[in-house]
């Protein structure tokens, strides 16, 4: 980071350049400056927020701000203080900043280090090792996710792969809590990534993770699981619903729940014969999975969040890109427990979908 710095203030005139990282709960921009004198940066109600939130290049007086950003990923902020006036390739160096950054991170932990603000649980390191990207453009879709709590999540997690032909997505929840929830998960997210690099389609992929889990738990434990695929050529999706989490369709201006026959966690049986359902997402729609501790938290006067504030959050977010409209429905699911800690974490990924023309 201080090379890059280095090089503009050498080679564009820059009085200081810094680069701000978004911390775990896509709060605040983390100084990584060893000598940084000042606070971290809130991504509310700030110039460098402004740029991070609206992935713009947000110009000052005397700097500019860019957003440090890889395929829909948002790693963080490059401030550059240029009393003479941005060069015209700065936009350029902080997309080859950003890339930099996102392939220096796997193999060192210094980002991971900074971009905590407060130590994580054990069981938090488990499942954010576990994590793919949180967030992907392409083509045909945007995709995003969020955990919460961001530094104490136990056994809800998402994962996602994609090929020249389909997308897969998961959302699962692990019963329990702690080290034994995320242990848990680790194991079935293992089993379906298994499957599925092996070729297989989601009917089997659930199979061997119910068949894993079985192995180990003997039906005492279990995984809520929801299982997409994508057609990327024609929209059609094929689910396999195991389990708690709940897909919510944003199409035109009208908000609903799409539901599925319900089949076993993954790991009760050991034998369960999983069955694809389908329907057709169509260009502009978004699609919205929440895990039970979504849908299912109650404020501190008993009233389900997914009553109604789910919706108004889901509505309220919905001209936002997905990795912003996530981190603002995390941060109104956390303002309805009205300062209370929720008592079960939860996962919130969103999809927008563009389909191939």
């Known amino acids: 980071m201080e090379a890059a710095t280095g090089l503009l203030e050498r080679r564009a005139g820059a009085t200081a350049a810094e680069i701000l990282l978004i911390d775990y709960r896509q709060a605040f921009l983390v100084r990584t400056a060893k000598d940084a004198q000042d606070g971290d940066v809130p991504v509310d109600n700030t ?9 713009r290049v947000v110009p000052e007086k005397d700097a500019v701000h860019l957003p440090l950003t890889v395929k829909g990923e948002r790693l963080g902020v490059l401030t550059v203080r240029v009393p003479d006036g941005a ?4 936009e350029e160096f902080a997309a080859v900043l950003a890339r930099a950054v996102k392939i220096a991170d796997q193999g060192t932990d210094l980002y991971r280090r900074l971009r905590r603000r407060t130590r994580l649980t054990l069981a ?3 499942q954010w090792d576990l994590l793919p990207a949180p967030a992907y453009d392409a083509a045909e879709f945007r995709f995003a996710g969020q955990l919460e709590p961001a530094y104490a999540v136990w056994g809800d997690t998402f994962d996602w792969s994609v090929s020249a032909e389909t997308l897969t997505l998961t959302v699962s929840n692990g019963m329990g809590s702690g080290t034994a929830a995320a242990a848990l998960t680790h194991l079935g997210v293992s089993a379906l990534r298994n499957a599925r690099r092996s070729g297989a389609g989601i009917a089997e992929q659930a199979a061997l993770g119910d068949q894993t889990l079985y192995a180990r738990y003997r039906g005492e434990q279990h995984v809520a699981t929801l299982l997409m695929e994508f057609g990327l050529d024609t929209g059609l999706v094929r689910v396999v619903d195991a389990g708690s989490p709940r897909i919510y369709r944003m199409r035109g201006g009208a908000t609903d729940g799409i539901g599925f026959d319900a089949q076993m966690p993954l790991g009760m049986f050991g034998d369960t014969r999983y069955t694809t359902e389908e329907f057709t997402v169509e260009r502009g729609e978004r699609l919205v999975v929440v ?9 501190p006067s008993g009233v389900p969040y997914g009553r109604s504030a789910l919706f108004q959050a889901l509505r309220a977010t919905r001209l936002q890109d997905p990795p912003e409209a996530v981190r603002t429905m995390i941060r109104h699911f956390v303002d309805y427990h009205e300062g209370m800690s929720p008592v079960d974490d939860a996962v919130i990924v969103c999809i927008d979908w563009t389909g191939r023309a």
């Open 124 to 126: 938090a390191e488990m």
């Open 87 to 90: 060069p015209d390739w700065l």
């Open 47 to 55: 110039v460098q927020g402004h740029a991070f939130a609206a992935q």
């Open 291 to 299: 895990s039970d501790g979504v849908h299912a938290a109650e404020s």
